[in-house]
């Protein structure tokens, strides 16, 4: 099976060389898996290690981040409180994000909300009817309404508020916003 010339050193050479899989070799040079495995015991070929790519199935981090990125609202749950409830260190919350994120398997904006005091204020936006100005006082923001508005710009899914504002309020409230945008 072996005998075309070069065919036999080439196929050392990658068995060797390479991490490709006995199946990928198998592929290349037009054998079964199982015949590139025992040419390879035959000729005592020492295989590198392949390293062990990050399989997120397995990962007990990755799944726990995934469980978490499945509540309601998950893009304004903060970095801080995904460390707490993982028990992991801050920078392998991010290694394992980041390649959720790259593999989609959890939202691209899960996980970037750095600011307790703004996951505070969304907590009760999604849950109270209050305006928004009130929670923004009540967890001590000033610039809440700005936040959710540059959040929206960014991409994120903020709903409107659970708090109707009557006429005259919202009036205010773009008068607001127009001095804002002029400024
Ligand atoms: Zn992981």
């Given at each position: ?109 899960f996980g970037r909300l750095l600011s307790k005091r703004l996951e505070k204020a969304y907590a009760i936006y999604f849950t109270k009817r209050l305006p928004v100005s009130t929670i923004g006082r009540k967890v001590g923001l000033k610039n809440f309404h700005e936040l959710i508005q540059r959040h929206r710009e ?30």
């Amino acid at each position: 099976m072996w005998n075309t010339s070069g065919k036999e050193d080439n196929l050392v050479k990658d068995l060797k060389e390479t991490t490709l899989t006995f199946e990928k070799l198998g592929e290349r040079y037009g054998v079964s898996r199982q015949a590139i495995h025992d040419f390879c015991k035959r000729h005592g070929i020492k295989r590198s290690k392949r390293p062990r790519e990050h399989q997120a199935e397995v990962c007990r981090l990755c799944q726990k981040l995934i469980q978490i990125s499945k509540k309601p609202h998950s893009e304004f749950i903060s970095i801080h409180t995904i460390v707490k409830e993982t028990g992991e260190s801050r920078g392998e919350c991010h290694y394992h994000l980041r390649r959720l994120r790259i593999k989609g398997l959890v939202n691209k904006k899960f996980g970037r909300l750095l600011s307790k005091r703004l996951e505070k204020a969304y907590a009760i936006y999604f849950t109270k009817r209050l305006p928004v100005s009130t929670i923004g006082r009540k967890v001590g923001l000033k610039n809440f309404h700005e936040l959710i508005q540059r959040h929206r710009e960014k991409g994120y899914h903020v709903p409107s508020p659970l708090y109707v504002y009557d006429g005259r309020e919202r009036s205010r409230v773009q008068k607001e916003f127009h001095r804002r945008e002029r400024r």
